[in-house]
């Protein structure tokens, strides 16, 4: 069995949505997916209600998930790590013990533009339109994903 953590800053709002997203896409495949924050804002909270409003558009709940913070233990438990920004990649690599634990943490677009780095734009700040923009790119993504992981 496959274990996927998806990580961002506060957990409310990237994170979730990629986490309900790949579970989405690999329900019943043997892949558990779950999602953190490097930071301690919101630890037990719901997601964001944005990023509820557009899970819930495109037909997935993800009122279950709770805000839980990163924990070196994370390395133990996951497979892949993905980093939704380059900030998290890095406080994430930080706490990493092992060249093994750093091995595991990837750049999420970096599925889609190998190499690039590219951040999955936090849209904390903005309007409707961010998270409807997030969540698209995430479902690419996550989709790419499912596919990688369920073929082998």
Known sequence: MTKVLMVCLGNIC???LAEGILKSKTFLKGITVDSAGTGDYHVGGLPDKRSIAIAKKNNLDI??????QFQ??????????YAMDSSNFRRINRQARTDADKAKVKM???EIYPGENLDVPDPYNGGEHGFRMVYKMLDEVCELVAEKLTKG
């Open 14 to 16: 990237r994170s979730p």
């Open 63 to 68: 009122t279950d998930q709770r805000a839980r």
């Open 72 to 81: 070196v233990s994370d390395f133990d438990e996951f497979d892949i790590i």
């Open 108 to 110: 999420i677009l970096n």
